[in-house]
């Protein structure tokens, strides 16, 4: 590989990590959009700051975890700290080398990708968990639980080699945040007053619609780094061409969603539902993640319609089951994800239904029941659900003392 | 002296404005405000579950009148604010008995 090669393929990584850094920007307004306004201030903040925790935890202990080089053995990676080492020049020019971009600029893409696992949480459990625990569940999702499982697949662990293929990370971070978030929602219960006394589920309108609309477009565009860059390469005929595919297929995925989606809500409720639109045009998003660089333009589309009739069935299936998930996070991650990691070996011949199914029932097996442990420890010491009388007032009040649209308030004297 | 209290539908404000100003009313509080009569509310639906708005937006006027102009602004309410669809609103007339003109001091009719 030349040196312009090697920058070109530096230069595309690190745009496509601004490009998902992004996403949570997209997750925040979609989240703050969906939930009520008095819980705006609360979930904004639990947003920048499961940002931030994501970066520092993968860079501590994260990224070595996920990436060991030599793990210890197919399920353990063990422990490792900080970055890696950069390359050297020499190992570029090696002969048979397959140095191909800065590791400094691999760090940066994939820390991004963990923010997106532990975003996905959030919405669930949105409206009724306290801060503090979330923050607390935050740190060992995204240094232990995320890079954990991270190594079995991409870090060369119990998965690599059994026919489970996941491009850009429909099981390994969207199914895996998924199955975190449902964990936590069991533990959580429905948020007050989302079901009827009788058990009947009770609409609980989101307060900015117009915020989720411009979210979901944020995470729309932040998806061409998500899956463009999980590539990995630019430079030459063929990564230049697969780029491109992957652009492609990822944007149809996602109008195919979207319109599926529409006209499904359309079918069954007799309106335009504007919020199962924006998680169809997500579904479809999801749905092509795990494979998007193989599938024909048209399949890519099939895909995407499949993901967003399924993420309109299954967000009523959901809310019917009591796992009351403020913004669809489950159905549009979690079963969106194990969708599209299914549709993989329609176009990938390498791989296998088995394998894929191996993957979901390891990923979110493992990912489910770790969580699970954490919340409930998490639940024994500090707590993880507010006070009733915090939620009647608002977390913004409870938590943030602070409000996201503050009226006839004045400075204290 | 009366206080003239009009509930109307908030996209009829423009007219009435312009109508009463035509008919010599010289000011006016107006603030947004939300309630039901007979129209009652409406159900709207958030995925896939219906939910009931119980109180509709609404537009209140309040003006302040010399007698001899009541009779006046009513009807020129009633004209320009009516859809002849149910939830056009309603005016109620009370007894004004003092009114202070902050700036001057002024009281009563020549305050209005």
């Known amino acids: 590989m030349t040196e312009l090669e090697y920058a070109l393929n530096t230069f595309y990584l690190l745009i496509c990590a601004a490009l998902v850094m992004w996403m949570a920007a997209g997750f925040t307004m979609l989240e703050a959009g969906l939930v009520r306004a008095r819980n705006t201030v609360e979930i904004l903040t639990k947003n920048v700051a499961l940002y931030a925790i994501a970066c520092l935890m993968y860079f501590l202990v994260g990224y070595q975890m996920m990436y060991p080089g030599e793990g210890v053995n197919a399920f353990w990676p063990g422990f490792g700290f900080g970055v890696s080492a950069e390359n050297a020049l020499a190992d570029l020019t090696a002969e048979g080398s397959e140095v191909a971009f800065s590791s400094l600029a691999d760090f940066m893409f994939q820390v991004v990708f963990v923010a997106t696992a532990m975003s996905i949480v959030s919405g669930a459990v949105a409206e009724r968990m306290k801060l503090w625990a979330f923050l607390a569940f935050a740190v060992v999702m995204t240094g232990v639980i995320y890079p954990w499982q991270g190594y079995w697949s991409w870090g060369g662990g119990v998965l690599d080699g059994l026919g489970y293929s996941d491009y850009a990370g429909g099981g390994i971070v969207h199914m895996a945040g998924a199955a975190a978030a449902l964990a936590g929602v069991l533990l959580l219960g429905p948020r007050a007053g989302k079901y009827t006394a009788d058990g009947r589920p009770r609409a609980i309108p989101g307060a900015n619609l117009p915020l989720a609309t411009l979210g979901m477009f944020i995470l729309w565009m932040g998806w061409f780094g998500f899956n463009g860059g999980s590539e990995l390469a630019v430079a030459g005929f063929g990564s230049a061409n697969a780029v491109a595919k992957v652009f492609v297929n990822t944007n149809l995925a996602a109008a195919a969603g979207l319109v599926a989606a529409l006209l499904f809500a359309r079918f069954l409720f007799g309106k335009a539902d504007l919020t199962m639109a924006l998680n169809g045009a997500l579904a479809g998003l999801v749905s092509i993640t795990a494979g998007p660089s193989t599938p024909e333009p048209w399949l890519a589309v099939l895909i995407g319609a499949v993901g967003g009739v399924v993420v309109v069935a299954s967000i009523l299936a959901f809310d019917r089951i009591r796992i009351d998930d403020p913004v669809g996070a489950i159905s549009v991650h979690g079963v969106c994800g194990i969708l599209g990691l299914l549709a993989v070996p329609l176009s990938n011949p390498d791989a296998t239904f088995l394998g894929q199914i191996a993957g979901i029932a390891l990923i979110g097996g493992f990912v489910f029941v770790a969580s699970l442990g954490v919340w409930a420890a998490l639940n024994a010491t500090l707590g993880i659900r507010v006070h009733p009388d915090d939620e009647r007032a608002g977390l913004d009040f409870a938590e943030c003392g602070m409000e996201a649209y503050p009226d006839f308030a004045h400075g204290g004297d | ?112």
């Open chain 2, 1 to 112: 002296m009366k206080l003239i209290t009009a509930i109307i539908k908030p996209f009829k404000l423009d007219d009435v404005r312009e109508a009463l100003a035509e008919v010599g009313v010289q000011g006016m509080t107006v603030s947004e405000t939300r309630g039901f009569g007979r129209q009652k509310g409406h159900t709207e639906l958030y995925r896939g579950a219906e939910y009931v708005v119980d109180f509709l937006p609404k537009i209140k006027l309040e003006i302040a009148v010399p007698d001899d102009q009541v009779e006046r602004v009513i009807e020129t309410l009633t004209e320009t604010a009516r859809s002849g669809r149910i939830g056009d609103g309603k005016i109620f007339v009370t007894e004004l008995e003092r009114v202070v003109r902050i700036r001057t001091g002024e009281v009563n009719e020549s305050a209005l």
